[in-house]
C-alpha cells in the first residue's frame, strides 16, 4: 500500500488545454515535493511546500499543500508539449530527509 | 558544476548472477540515497548515508542487496543472486546533510541505471 496516492496515473489531453494532478495521503508531511521526470533522467525538482494551505506558482503551473498538510494538488494552465513528463510527488516527515515518493502521473499533452 | 553520476547506464545480466551499481554523488553533499523505479511508477526508497552515521537500510527489500559508501563519497549498491523481479531503473540522490525538523534540502538525482535480469 502506497503511502502517498497520486491520481490519474496517466493523462492525456491536447495542448492549450488545463489539468490537475492530485497527490493523497492519510499521513502528514513536513513538507511535500513535485517532480518532474523525462525518459533515460532522473527526477528534477520543481517545487517544495512546506506550510499548510501553501500555494506556489511556477509560471504556468500552481502547487497547493492542503491545510492539514495530507495532501496536495499541481495544475497546470494552457498545458504545452514540453509539459509531457512523468511528474511525481514526493513528501517528507519529520523523521529525517527520506522522501515517500507516489505513483506517478504520466502526462503526454498533444499538439 | 557536476551533476549525480551513475554506471553503467544499463545492466543486463542472467538471474542468479551478482551485480555492482556505482553511484557518484556531487561534491561537497554528505548525504546519499538510493531508490529503485519500476517503469513508469513511482520511486522506492532503499538506502540513506548521512555523513559518518550508520546508515538507514529499512528500504532494502531483502538481504541480497546491500549498499556501502566508501571516505563518504562514491556508494556502491550491490545486488546478489539477482532474480528477474529485480529488473528496474535504480536511481541515486544526493543532497547537503539533513539538520533536523524544519529543514529539508533538494535531493539531486542522476540519471539511474537500468537492470534488466534474463
Known amino acids: 500500500t502506497q503511502l502517498l496516492e497520486q491520481s490519474p496515473q496517466f493523462l492525456s489531453i491536447q495542448e492549450g488545454e488545463n489539468l490537475t494532478v492530485y497527490c493523497n495521503s492519510s499521513s502528514v508531511f513536513s513538507s511535500l515535493q513535485w517532480y518532474r521526470q523525462e525518459p533515460g533522467e532522473g527526477p528534477v525538482l520543481l517545487v517544495t511546500?512546506?506550510?499548510?494551505?501553501e500555494v506556489k506558482k511556477l509560471k504556468r503551473l500552481t502547487f497547493q499543500f492542503g491545510d492539514a498538510r495530507k495532501d496536495s494538488s499541481l495544475h497546470i494552465t494552457a498545458a504545452q508539449p514540453g509539459d509531457t513528463g512523468l511528474y511525481l510527488c514526493a513528501g517528507k516527515t519529520n523523521a529525517g530527509n527520506m522522501l515517500t515518493f507516489g505513483g506517478g502521473t504520466r502526462l503526454m499533452v498533444k499538439p | 558544476g557536476a551533476g549525480v553520476s551513475q554506471s553503467p547506464s544499463n545492466k543486463v545480466t542472467e538471474k542468479g548472477k551478482d551485480v555492482e551499481l556505482r553511484c557518484d554523488p556531487i561534491s561537497g553533499h554528505t548525504a546519499l540515497y538510493w531508490y529503485r523505479q519500476s517503469l513508469g511508477q513511482g520511486l522506492e526508497f532503499l538506502i540513506y548515508?548521512?555523513?559518518?552515521?550508520?546508515?538507514?537500510k529499512s528500504g532494502l527489500p531483502s538481504d541480497r542487496f546491500s549498499a556501502e559508501r566508501t571516505g563518504g563519497s562514491v556508494s556502491t549498491l550491490t545486488i546478489q543472486r539477482t532474480q528477474q523481479e529485480d529488473s528496474a531503473v535504480y536511481l541515486c540522490?544526493?543532497?547537503?546533510?539533513?539538520?533536523?525538523?524544519?529543514?529539508?534540502?533538494?535531493?539531486?538525482f542522476g540519471p539511474g541505471t537500468r537492470l534488466t535480469v534474463t
Open positions: 548515508f548521512q555523513g559518518n552515521s550508520a546508515p538507514d
Open positions: 540522490a544526493s543532497s547537503h546533510q539533513y539538520r533536523g525538523t524544519g529543514t529539508s534540502y533538494e535531493q539531486y
Open positions: 511546500v512546506v506550510t499548510g494551505g
